[in-house]
């Protein structure tokens, strides 16, 4: 099997050579931010809304910039052709980078950055059909709206999600929903979709934000409301949105079937409209 090509601090690498000190900050504190972009058609998708975001996580973690961000996007295109990706993603990763252990910002230190693409299913996702989602207490920290590598309590919602034989967790606070372990959560109600408002609370995520643009195209009236675990299980329709799977129906939660336990008609329309507008901004 062939190693990939990564690329870390400037170079291009084997993936073999694409090492991270034991001292990066990130390593020893989850000191560091990140963005994930899909790739459709062989080419990034939405890739300059996620680097917005990126640049908006570091200031909000005093992080300084150390590559422009016309560079890491060519860098992740790169990556992608090099990889020969038709449909997948790329990672790419900021870090404070590697100091002596010490909990304050260290001085004159140098940030860590790096990327890597891989192949995934997108317009013939295998969960298209439905997905099962798992709830969960949210214990994150108070800061969800940016995208902190320090992601342990949502690999222990994950985690919890898998062992349960579901696709997702549903993180909650108090019963009212947060969001998924790495997407955002819809419900439908008599042909209106709803989505909780942003804040703190949660990710701003970019393929939330598109499909609240296109949600016209998909004639589907969206409101920004919160809803509890008890307003989805009792939903007509329920769909989580992600960078890497796109729109995705939840047809149960837990032993809860949701709807009729398919794709419903809301759904299906705004999945549609996703890759109709993927489709025209990759071909």
């Keep these: 099997m062939s190693l990939r090509t990564c690329w870390i601090n400037g170079s291009y690498v084997s993936e073999a050579d694409a090492t991270v000190s034991i001292f990066d900050r990130s390593v020893l504190f989850g000191d560091g931010v990140y963005e994930v972009a899909a790739v459709f058609n062989g080419r990034l998708l939405d890739a300059d809304r996620h680097l917005v975001r990126l640049e908006r996580s570091m200031r909000e973690i005093a992080l300084p910039s150390a590559y422009p961000v016309a560079q890491l996007e060519a860098v992740m295109q790169e990556l992608a052709t090099r990889g020969g990706l038709t449909e997948g993603l790329v990672y790419l990763q900021v870090t404070r980078g590697a100091a002596e252990r010490d909990f304050a910002f260290p001085e004159q230190v140098t940030p860590t950055v790096f990327a890597f693409a891989r192949p995934k299913r997108l317009s013939d996702d295998p969960n298209a059909s439905g997905v099962r989602v798992h709830v969960v207490p949210d214990i994150r920290w108070q800061r969800c709206d940016i995208k902190s590598t320090a992601m342990l309590a949502q690999v222990l919602a994950k985690q919890a999600a898998r062992q349960a034989g579901a696709f997702e967790a549903m993180m909650h606070e108090d019963g009212l929903v ?56 009792a939903a007509d329709e329920c769909f989580i949105t992600s960078a890497t799977s796109f729109v995705l129906p939840i047809t149960s939660i837990d032993s809860h079937v949701v709807g009729t336990g398919a794709m419903g008609p809301v759904t299906s329309r705004m999945r549609a409209a996703y890759l109709a507008r993927a489709e025209r901004l990759t071909r």
């Design 178 to 233: 947060t969001e998924g372990g790495s997407s955002n959560l819809w419900i439908v109600r008599d042909g209106v979709a709803y989505t909780r408002p942003l804040s703190n609370d949660i990710l701003a995520g970019i393929t939330r934000h598109v499909c609240l643009e296109v949600a016209d195209d998909a004639a589907v009236p969206v409101v920004q409301r919160a809803f509890t675990v008890d307003q989805a299980r």
